[in-house]
């Protein structure tokens, strides 16, 4: 069946044609456009879900959740700003991975990197309290995350009282030999930078008494500060 030309179509037909295409055309551009809605980060599953989930290889399941956990701020149509999400839930599935890979630092890199460095205050002190919380659980293996956020508590947040509440916890609590003098020595510095010249030395001559340190290079180190501080002090 061939098909018919269009000059064979009766002018009425076609004029209600073009008026119920403009008709279509007006309808559509007179709604609003679509926006991309955020969805809220949900709870994270318990952790007996997840172990059964994991088929017994927790750290592979723990790296796949947190790759999950930094994809969920960007959304099909939007992308979220990292202070726009819920801290409460993000800090709880942190905690619930760090629960399935207890030995995992990936957690607390996020936590002290990315979500502990946006322009929002508040949030910042929440993910520091959080790796300080965390560290408390196994300090000489955490004790590298909260080295910097006693650094970010400093130099951004200026709470020396804060980085030094920091560094006291990694001198007092992180004492393995695989933890770095330099580390466990930070407070001493802080506490010089909050012109506490007294407190700086009766710490310095409490680890020269203690007997703890026996590296030479170290004690020197020490001997030299404590005459530094000395001579600041008079």
């Known amino acids: 069946m061939r098909e018919r030309p269009i000059s064979t179509v009766p002018k009425p037909a076609l004029l209600l044609l073009a008026l119920g ?11 609003p456009p679509r926006l991309a809605k955020a969805e809220n980060l949900p709870p994270p599953p318990s952790l007996s879900a997840l172990r059964l989930a994991s088929l017994g290889e927790p750290t592979a399941l723990a790296k ?8 969920f701020d960007s959304q099909p149509g939007i992308h979220l700003p990292f202070s726009n999400l819920d801290y409460d839930r993000v800090q709880e599935w942190l905690t619930r991975i760090l629960e399935l ?3 995992g630092q990936y957690p607390l890199l996020a936590a002290s990197r990315i979500y502990g460095e946006v322009s929002d205050e508040p949030r910042q002190r929440q993910m520091l309290d959080f790796i300080y919380q965390k560290f408390l659980d ?3 293996h955490r004790w590298p995350w909260l080295a910097h956020v006693a650094v970010i508590a400093k130099h951004r947040l200026k709470d ?3 980085a030094q509440k920091y560094a006291r916890a990694i001198r007092l609590y992180a004492t393995g030999s695989e933890v770095p003098f330099w580390a466990k020595q930070m407070e001493i510095f802080i506490l010089e930078d909050m012109d506490e010249l007294e407190s700086a030395k009766v710490l310095i001559g409490g680890l020269l008494a203690s007997g703890k340190i026996s590296d ?19």
């Open 21 to 31: 295409l403009g008709l279509q055309i007006a309808w559509h551009s007179s709604q």
């Open 64 to 71: 796949a959740l947190m790759l999950h956990l930094q994809a």
């Open 101 to 103: 890979d207890p030995p």
């Open 138 to 140: 196994d300090p000489n």
């Open 160 to 162: 020396l009282t804060l």
């Open 216 to 234: 030479a290079h170290e004690i020197h180190f020490l001997e030299k500060r404590l005459r530094e501080i000395e001579a600041k002090a008079r």
